[in-house]
């Protein structure tokens, strides 16, 4: 069951000053960075508040390191701007394939590591209306050892 948004995910050309933006005009502070190889980015979590299940909703600041990666893509095309929402859930296997089941495709076999150790999946924008979707489940709601994202 999906009951919260884990994070909003913004697209930008320069990490550090997006950062400073947001610290300068909201006041959010950086909670987390990283760089994820595999998805292409350098990103930042900006932690927003705490929601009813225990875990958080986050912004995610991301810049590509590859000008081939999905952020390096969709920012030559559109600009900066935001690149997808992300659903949070205790189980994001049972709620991917739930959701694969209804025809919407679901871009990874299995669930791949995502920030802060997380495990992540997609849905293809163009079967959500145009949105790209993620579903996520927190380090925090995995079962102990299991934080490969494999
Ligand atoms: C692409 N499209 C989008 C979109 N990206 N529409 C809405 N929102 C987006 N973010 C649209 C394009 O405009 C295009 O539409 C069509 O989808 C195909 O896009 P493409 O870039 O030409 O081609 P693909 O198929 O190579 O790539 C699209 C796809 C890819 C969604 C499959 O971006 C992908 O695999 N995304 C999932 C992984 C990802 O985004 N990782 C970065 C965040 P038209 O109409 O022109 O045909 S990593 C992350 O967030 C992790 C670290 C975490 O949360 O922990």
Redesign the pocket.
């Given at each position: 069951m999906l009951t919260r948004i884990?994070?909003i995910?913004i697209?930008c050309f320069d990490l550090d000053a997006t950062v400073e933006f947001y610290r300068a005009t909201y006041g959010f502070e950086v909670h987390h960075s990283?760089i994820?190889e595999?998805?292409?980015?350098r990103?930042a979590m900006l932690r927003i508040n705490g929601t009813d299940d225990g875990a958080a909703s986050y912004l995610?600041l991301?810049q590509p390191i590859r000008e081939d990666?999905?952020?390096g893509?969709?920012l030559a095309?559109?600009g900066e701007g935001?690149?997808?929402i992300?659903f949070g859930t205790a189980d994001v296997d049972a709620d991917s394939e739930g959701i694969r089941d209804k025809g919407v495709r679901v871009?990874y076999d299995k669930p791949r590591?995502?920030?802060?150790d997380?495990r992540?999946t997609?849905l293809?924008?163009?079967d959500c209306h145009?949105?790209?979707t993620?579903i996520?489940t927190a380090a925090s709601a995995q079962a102990p050892g299991d934080s490969s994202g494999h």
């Amino acid at each position: 069951m999906l009951t919260r948004i884990d994070h909003i995910g913004i697209a930008c050309f320069d990490l550090d000053a997006t950062v400073e933006f947001y610290r300068a005009t909201y006041g959010f502070e950086v909670h987390h960075s990283e760089i994820n190889e595999e998805q292409g980015v350098r990103e930042a979590m900006l932690r927003i508040n705490g929601t009813d299940d225990g875990a958080a909703s986050y912004l995610q600041l991301l810049q590509p390191i590859r000008e081939d990666s999905p952020v390096g893509k969709w920012l030559a095309k559109n600009g900066e701007g935001v690149h997808h929402i992300a659903f949070g859930t205790a189980d994001v296997d049972a709620d991917s394939e739930g959701i694969r089941d209804k025809g919407v495709r679901v871009l990874y076999d299995k669930p791949r590591r995502g920030s802060m150790d997380s495990r992540i999946t997609f849905l293809h924008p163009k079967d959500c209306h145009g949105v790209l979707t993620e579903i996520v489940t927190a380090a925090s709601a995995q079962a102990p050892g299991d934080s490969s994202g494999h």
